[in-house]
């Protein structure tokens, strides 16, 4: 896997690939806290139901123009006392973070949908409420098989390149 969102070791991707294309690429981090997971978060990390996890959310800027909401959510046993759970930057990212606590992904699952934002994507992302968003979810499992982060990534769809995809087909 070579995708630099995942690997560890890869720094700070967003900012990196906004520079590649000659462009400033930061974030502000809006949350950082322990909470009960709604239902998709919940099957997503195979969380129990009374079990909690760790929310990171950022908002994601190009040019200092907000161009995505990115909330991700680590198992609590797996973040709490660790970076993820803490309020500022990770040195190195959060998956430099996972990988140092032995959870480097090993496989990612995917999924893309597009749908219209709610009010308050509206007001984070400063869009009109008929703007779509591309809405990219991905969970990173460790060697192990365990699901240890699944990111929710909503972008807006007029101001975000492609989403390109190559896989190897293994016979």
């Known amino acids: ?17 906004a520079a590649a294309a000659g462009r400033r690429g930061t974030q502000r981090l809006l949350d950082v806290s322990v909470i009960s997971p709604h239902e998709g978060v919940r099957a ?16 994601m800027l190009l040019d200092g123009v907000p161009v995505e909401i990115a909330d991700s959510f680590y198992p ?9 759970a803490s309020p500022g930057k990770i040195k ?10 032995g959870h480097a992904a090993a496989e990612i699952a995917e999924t893309v949908t597009a749908r219209l934002p709610d009010k308050s ?26 699901a240890v982060e699944y990111a929710v990534n909503r972008m807006i769809a007029s101001r ?6 190559r896989m190897r087909v293994s016979r």
């Open 44 to 59: 997503a990390l195979s969380t129990p139901d009374d079990g909690q996890v760790v929310c990171r959310s950022r908002l």
């Open 92 to 101: 190195g990212g959060a998956v430099a973070a996972l990988a140092e606590l």
């Open 1 to 17: 896997m070579s995708n630099p969102y995942v690997v560890a070791g890869s720094g700070d991707a967003w900012s990196a690939e």
């Open 121 to 146: 994507e509206m007001d984070l992302l400063e869009i009109a409420s008929d703007e779509p968003l591309l809405v990219l979810s991905r969970i990173s499992f460790d060697a192990a098989g365990r």
């Open 160 to 165: 975000t390149k492609p989403l390109a995809y």
């Open 76 to 84: 609590a046993e797996v973040a709490v006392g660790s970076p993820l």
